[in-house]
């Protein structure tokens, strides 16, 4: 299975060959940012998927908070490409959950703890929230999560 930054590596290529220029540049620029961010500090790292991961994601946000700023300018052609490449950038990250299936998540999560004879209460937060997110990992807002699971835990 290939990584998320050998994929962005391949999809310049078919960008290229597709004459896609948003996405060409997008893509060249969020691999800019990946180097960079592997290449800043004292030595020399190479970022695993989640880190590209959350790297994409906040590369997609500067770009959506961007374009609503060009919007309220009256900067609505500027806008438009900031958001082409929000789109492009979003393509390569994982598709989001819904409240529906995080709370699934955390019940059983709990469900897990109980069986494994953990008391569970508020002290155990940390307990329940370790595993829910590693599995949510970036397709939920963090803030959320640890709301859904303080309200489990209130109900225990």
């Known amino acids: 299975?290939?990584?998320?930054?050998?994929?962005?590596?391949?999809?310049?290529?078919s960008h290229m060959k597709d004459r896609n220029k948003v996405a060409l540049t997008t893509v060249r620029n969020v691999l800019g940012e990946i180097e960079t961010r592997?290449?800043?500090?004292?030595?020399?790292i190479v970022l695993d998927d989640a880190q590209v991961t959350a790297l994409l994601q906040k590369e997609a946000a500067k770009r959506r908070d961007t374009a609503r700023i060009y919007t309220e300018a009256g900067?609505?052609?500027?806008?438009?490409?900031?958001i082409a490449e929000a789109e492009?950038?979003?393509a390569y990250l994982p598709?989001?959950?819904t409240a529906a299936e995080v709370e699934s998540i955390v019940d059983e999560t709990i469900a897990a703890l109980k069986a494994d004879?953990?008391?569970?209460?508020?002290?155990?937060?940390?307990?329940?929230?370790?595993?829910?997110?590693?599995?949510?990992?970036g397709r939920f807002d963090g803030k959320a999560v640890s709301e859904i699971v303080r309200n489990r835990l209130a109900q225990q």
Not at 38 to 44: A, D, H, R, V, Y
Not at 117 to 122: A, D, F, K, N, Y
């Open 75 to 82: 900067e609505d052609e500027r806008a438009a490409a900031e």
């Open 38 to 44: 592997e290449k800043s500090g004292k030595t020399p």
């Open 95 to 97: 598709k989001p959950l």
């Open 117 to 137: 004879g953990v008391e569970l209460s508020m002290r155990q937060l940390g307990a329940v929230m370790k595993p829910v997110t590693a599995t949510v990992a």
């Open 88 to 90: 492009v950038i979003e």
């Open 1 to 13: 299975m290939t990584t998320l930054k050998e994929r962005l590596h391949a999809d310049v290529v």
